[in-house]
Nanobody, 122 residues
Framework: QVQLVESGGGLVQAGGSLRLSCAASGRTFSMYTMGWFRQAPGKEREIVATISWRLGSTYYADSVKGRFTISRDNAKNTVYLQMNSLKPEDTAVYYC???????????????WGQGTQVTVSS
């Protein structure tokens, strides 16, 4: 099992930036894909971005493409989500997740962090 701990959420004005971090521990060698998901009140959880742990290849949802950047530091077992040009519609609880598969499906991610709140004011 992989344990994930997120940090870096908070309140920011529209147009501002935040960086989320996700520290992984445990059976990290089993990770293939790391992802960030988010869930806004009254909405379903949606994928934001993913990164291949070994290859570094990335995926972004259309809604964040060009504004968010996902990266990883293998030595620190940490994944980051740099969020720029934030919009009020980015307000949500952001979750870090790990999967042993190459996948974009939330159900394939077996390990989840506790979530961190991101609030963007207009």
């Amino acid at each position: 099992q992989v344990q994930l701990v997120e940090s870096g959420g908070g309140l920011v004005q529209a147009g501002g930036s935040l960086r989320l971090s996700c520290a992984a521990s445990g059976r990290t060698f089993s990770m293939y894909t790391m992802g960030w998901f988010r869930q806004a009140p009254g909405k379903e959880r949606e994928i934001v971005a993913t990164i291949s742990w070994r290859l570094g290849s990335t995926y972004y949802a259309d809604s964040v493409k060009g504004r968010f950047t996902i990266s990883r530091d293998n030595a620190k077992n940490t994944v980051y989500l740099q969020m720029n040009s934030l919009k009020p519609e980015d307000t949500a609880v952001y979750y870090c997740a790990a999967s042993k598969y190459r996948s974009l499906v939330a159900g394939d991610f077996g390990s989840w962090g506790q979530g961190t709140q991101v609030t963007v004011s207009s």
